[in-house]
């Protein structure tokens, strides 16, 4: 599909941030989002990018109403050379695929998702940080747009994405965060919206990270729905523990997130001969191994925060203090050679990163060299 391409004047395009080390998360926007549009008899048509703006909703639009909606999350990172690298972008489009076949919403083609997010990138490269940490997230969504009051799956869609730069997504940077284990709120069940990386699979999270958050917590660590009883994973990150020298991670069942950077993890761990699992592991059997101290290392792993070290859990009111508050040698492994990966400092051995061209000449960096 060919894509209208209408790049903004220069006179109205937006000013860049001038101390990259003030970033933060999600607050900043580049100059140009895509946009296409879905229909029964049509497919998908109208491809375009342009320039940042409102969407223009009917109030009846079904996604107001009954959440029909899902969205992804993946980064852009300037390497060596002017090159900007994407980090698995082809797990992202089939997770996102897979949210809207939960949601009964139209399948987004390779080809297209490919090339929005390519010439997407490469206009607006230049938003594109070039401070160490710092990166582009990238968020494609799709919205139900047919204006209608009742309760159906729409007839159409509007799929898009806008792009921002970004720093740490956590304040504490990769500095070890304080977790505490939620009994009280369930977040998703079994059948239910977990595995979908849709607005209600967050919605549910709101109230409990807010009341966390008051009392000092980064974020919440959910358990399963059903017994309260086995780890699922953080609001905004899968979790893994390092029990005894063995990595302990839950599995995937439909109700955590399919995560693009728990996947890696799970590769480059496997790789360096590091036994790793994935298992359902109870709360209980975390707090044995932190009573009997055999409970090395905690951490999260999500695009947003790569690699979050862990320094505490609470549990029914009890400090586990992980790894003395500080952040494990794993963790920082993880954290380097993920980072490393992405930036195009370390040598892509999985083939993980695809190259976007900016206008420059890429430059090539040889393995030994990276």
Not at 141 to 147: I, N
Not at 278 to 288: F, G, H, L, N
Request: glycine share 10%; hydrophobic share 40%.
């Amino acid at each position: 599909m060919k894509i209208n391409v209408k790049p903004v004047p220069a006179g109205e395009r937006r000013p860049k941030p001038q101390d990259e080390s003030k970033l933060g998360f999600g607050k900043l926007y580049s100059d140009h989002m895509f946009t296409a549009q879905w229909s029964a008899d049509a497919g998908w048509h109208d491809a375009a990018v342009g320039k940042f703006e409102p969407l223009s909703l009917s109030p009846a639009t079904l996604c107001l109403h009954y959440g029909q909606m899902i969205f992804e999350g993946l980064k852009a990172y300037r390497a060596e050379g002017e090159v900007v690298n994407l980090f698995r972008p082809q797990m992202n489009w089939q997770r996102f695929n897979a949210s809207a076949q939960r949601l009964d919403m139209a399948a987004v083609e390779q080809p297209l998702w490919d090339e929005a997010i390519r010439t997407l990138v490469e206009l607006d490269h230049e938003w594109v940080p070039r401070s160490p940490g710092a990166s582009l997230y990238i968020r494609p969504t799709m919205l139900a747009t047919e204006p209608y009051i009742g309760l159906k799956s729409s007839g159409s869609f509007l799929f898009f994405i806008i792009t921002g730069p970004v720093g740490a997504y956590y304040p504490e940077g990769f500095n070890p965060v304080r977790i505490v284990v939620e009994e009280r709120y369930s977040r998703a069940g079994p059948g239910g919206l977990g595995a979908a990386k849709t607005a209600a699979n967050y919605a549910a999270s709101l109230l409990a990270e807010k009341e966390a958050s008051q009392r000092g917590f980064t974020q919440v660590l959910w358990l399963d729905a059903a017994e309260r009883k086995y780890v699922e994973e953080v609001g905004s990150m899968n979790i893994l523990f390092k029990i005894s020298g063995k990595v302990v991670t839950p599995p995937l069942g439909g109700t955590i997130l399919a995560g693009v950077t728990r996947d890696s993890v799970l590769q480059l761990l496997r790789s360096w001969n590091v036994p790793a699992e994935e298992r359902r592991i109870s709360i209980e059997e975390v707090a044995d191994a932190h009573r009997n101290g055999t409970l090395e290392e905690v951490f999260g792993a999500g695009t947003a925060a790569v690699i979050s070290p862990v320094g505490l859990l609470q549990y029914r009111g009890q400090d586990m203090t992980v790894a003395d508050g500080k952040t494990g040698p794993l963790a920082r492994k993880l954290f380097d050679e993920l980072t490393g990966i992405q930036w195009g400092r370390r040598p892509d051995a999985f083939n993980w990163i695809q190259q976007v061209p900016t206008g420059q000449k890429p430059v090539a960096v040889s393995r030994a060299a990276r």
